[in-house]
């Protein structure tokens, strides 16, 4: 039976016109995932996570986000409307730090 661990904490922010994921998470050492499709990089984050960990960690760990992609998509949008006029680079100040599960199998 897999084994459900701590989530691990992923931040998103959308700057000069792409779409990033990075993680201060001890667990999740070294993401940074970029992409200008916002769908392309929200789907790889869970690969990379799964990556790094066996990486780190010498688990195979499968990981998922704690909401949908569609669900995202309506926060990312809303938050960019918000900020359009407001930072001159770009960047947005708003950030999202979601939550992504990961199960450890037994």
Do not use: R
Not at 36 to 61: G, I, M
Not at 69 to 80: G, H, L
Request: proline letters at 7%; glycine letters at 4%; hydrophobic letters at 35%.
């Amino acid at each position: 039976m897999a084994t459900k661990n701590p989530p691990i904490e992923v931040t998103y922010k959308y700057i000069d016109g792409a779409h990033f994921f990075v993680s201060d998470d001890k667990e999740a050492l070294g993401l940074c995932v970029a992409h200008c499709d916002l769908k392309t990089a929200y789907e790889e984050v869970a690969y990379q996570l799964s990556a790094l960990f066996e990486h780190n960690h010498n688990e195979e760990t499968t990981f998922s986000p704690t909401v949908s992609f569609d669900e995202f998509k309506k926060f990312a949008d809303a938050v960019q409307l918000l900020a359009k006029g407001t930072e001159p680079s770009g960047a947005l100040k708003p950030t999202s730090i979601q939550p992504w599960m990961h199960k450890t199998p037994a």
